[in-house]
T-cell receptor, first 117, second 117 residues
Framework: DTGVSQDPRHKITKRGQNVTFRCDPI?????LYWYRQTLGQGPEFLTY????????KSRLLSDRFSAERPKGSFSTLEIQRTEQGDSAMYLC???????????????FGPGTRLTVL | AQTVTQSQPEMSVQEAETVTLSCTYD???????LFWYKQPPSRQMILVIR??????QNATENRFSVNFQKAAKSFSLKISDSQLGDTAMYFC??????????????FGTGTRLTIIP
């Protein structure tokens, strides 16, 4: 059983450039989440998908951010016109929707560390 | 307010000792899981243990156990016979909004635990 994978693991870019990250969830999982984690802090929710539908976006997700999960499998997170404040670890997690609310268990990938110069 | 509070930013204990990490949360929801995640230095976020709120029995996973006090909204993690590999950042997490179908996790600020040889 493979876990959640993310690519790339590290990305260094110059301010103003666009970047795209990919997440491959655990194969049978129908929910996929994106979080952002800055140094010394806990992860903060960005957005999540159930199958291919994007069901919620945090107010942290500005217009420069867009996420997709076109076939309900892998997902991409794109940041346009990157800013230095976007430097963070971007974490992906997946879970299997259960019948009881509040009982999904999320499994995390290794993250993509973004550095904007 | 939907908050998760970890009041111990850092802790350190000698190898083989027992340590307890505290977490409190504020919610009006009824059925949910609570989670402890571990994030070793530069490593992946790993699920340590989860507790079902409607179960009175505290969850146990090998050396890890919880003390769940639902009325007090307290969810502490006890690590017995601590090992060097337990050195990590530990996050408590709660799925606010779960009764409305959203399982996004809100994390505490974390406790940095160091096991001293």
């Amino acid at each position: 059983d493979t876990g959640v994978s993310q690519d790339p693991r590290h990305k260094i870019t110059k301010r103003g450039q666009n970047v795209t990250f990919r997440c491959d969830p655990i194969s049978e999982h129908n929910r996929l989440y994106w979080y952002r984690q800055t140094l010394g802090q806990g992860p903060e929710f960005l957005t999540y998908f159930q199958n291919e539908a994007q069901l919620e976006k945090s107010r942290l997700l500005s217009d420069r951010f867009s996420a997709e999960r076109p076939k309900g499998s892998f997902s991409t997170l794109e940041i346009q016109r990157t800013e230095q404040g976007d430097s963070a670890m971007y974490l992906c997690a997946s879970s299997l929707l259960t019948s009881r609310p509040g009982t999904d268990t999320q499994y995390f990938g290794p993250g993509t560390r973004l550095t904007v110069l | 307010a939907q908050t998760v509070t970890q009041s111990q930013p850092e802790m350190s204990v000698q190898e083989a000792e027992t340590v307890t990490l505290s977490c409190t949360y504020d919610t009006s929801e009824s059925n949910y899981y609570l989670f402890w995640y571990k994030q070793p230095p530069s490593r992946q976020m790993i699920l340590v243990i989860r507790q079902e709120a409607y179960k009175q029995q505290n969850a146990t996973e090998n050396r890890f156990s919880v003390n769940f006090q639902k009325a007090a909204k307290s969810f502490s993690l006890k690590i017995s016979d601590s090992q060097l590999g337990d050195t990590a950042m530990y996050f408590c997490a709660f799925p606010f909004g779960s009764n409305f179908g959203n399982e996004k996790l809100t994390f505490g600020t974390g406790t940095r635990l160091t096991i001293i040889p």
